[in-house]
């Protein structure tokens, strides 16, 4: 992972910005008066008085540049001259001096998909794999100062760390009861979550959430795969079927000795034994066979 420490890193601090609707009235009152001294410049000793207000007026028509709105979870990075004074979170209408520079920011929750991508898993299988991750912006200076792009910054970041986590992990039938890409989403996605905050840091931003949105075999090996998974179904099933039949054989023997339904030397039970395993263990349907002799004919 790369090291950000050794980048200078720009914190955020409140702006001190005023009250928007205050600064307007007053500007609206000295402007009114402004106009009014300009329309006295011609009357006798006026002329001084509509300079004044000539230079209000002008004063007042500057100022009304340093008006700016912010609407809930939005800020405004204020800047002079290039150097970073803070950023105004109040909502509504703000108002600054008109040479300070001011830029908006969102600082709402947000929601990306990462493209499909294709990467190895921990067996070097390659697979299909993409995510969704839910973030904002927390540090506001760090987001516009620190990087060139915050946007495209965290969807490059989405790749690396979506390819990075994919590789400690198999997509299923991992060793020794280790978490799979497959079975274990939410694992996944803590350390998902994990390695893409420490990679975003740098640019103030916060990961809310991550999830796995699309995981598959790549379409070279999807087949195969299958088939696989088929086979291990089947076998799984057997297994399940031979245990079953197992403990029904054991009991139908040790009910028919406790009842005394019939005496069985070892090598009768063992062919009832083979043959009721038969029955319970065989893919089609049982075919009778009456015999009307006696058990040893």
């Known amino acids: ?26 500007l609206l009152a000295v402007l009114a008066v402004g106009v009014w001294s300009v329309t006295r410049i011609e009357s006798y000793g006026g002329q001084l008085q509509g300079i004044l207000g000539i230079v209000v007026v002008v004063i007042a028509s500057i100022a009304l540049a340093g008006f700016y709105m912010l609407q809930p ?37 947000r ?42 910054f965290i969807n490059i970041q ?8 994919s590789r400690h992990y198999a997509y299923d039938h991992a060793e020794e009861e280790e978490p799979t890409l497959r079975a274990d989403a939410e694992i996944v996605g803590d350390k998902l979550r994990e390695d893409l905050q420490a990679r975003v840091a740098v640019a103030g931003i916060a990961i809310d959430e991550t999830h796995l949105m699309h995981l598959a075999y790549a379409p070279e090996i999807a087949g195969a795969m299958l088939r696989r998974q088929q086979a291990e179904a089947v076998l799984a099933a057997r297994r399940t079927i031979v245990t079953g039949a197992v403990s029904m054989v054991e009991t139908a023997l040790q009910q028919l000795g406790e009842r005394g339904v019939v005496n069985l030397d070892e090598e009768r039970k063992a062919t009832m ?20 002799g006696t058990l040893y004919g």
């Open 1 to 26: 992972m790369t090291d950000h420490t050794s980048i200078n890193r720009t914190a955020e601090r409140p702006a001190s910005g005023f009250n928007g609707v205050t600064v307007l009235l007053i």
């Open 73 to 109: 979870n939005e800020g405004s990075a204020i800047t002079l001259f290039g150097d970073y004074k803070g950023t105004d979170r109040t909502t509504g209408l703000r108002w600054v001096l008109p040479w300070y520079g001011r830029k908006k920011i969102s600082l709402r929750v």
């Open 158 to 165: 989405i790749e690396t760390a979506l390819r990075e986590v």
């Open 273 to 292: 034994v083979s043959n009721l395993l038969v029955v319970l263990c065989g893919d089609r349907d049982a075919q009778p066979v009456l015999n009307t």
């Open 111 to 152: 929601n990306v998909t990462s493209e499909t991508l294709k990467v190895n898993d921990k067996r070097g299988n390659p697979i299909e794999i993409a995510a969704n991750v839910v973030w904002r912006v927390q540090d506001s200076a760090q987001a516009l100062f620190d990087v060139d792009d915050y946007a495209a």
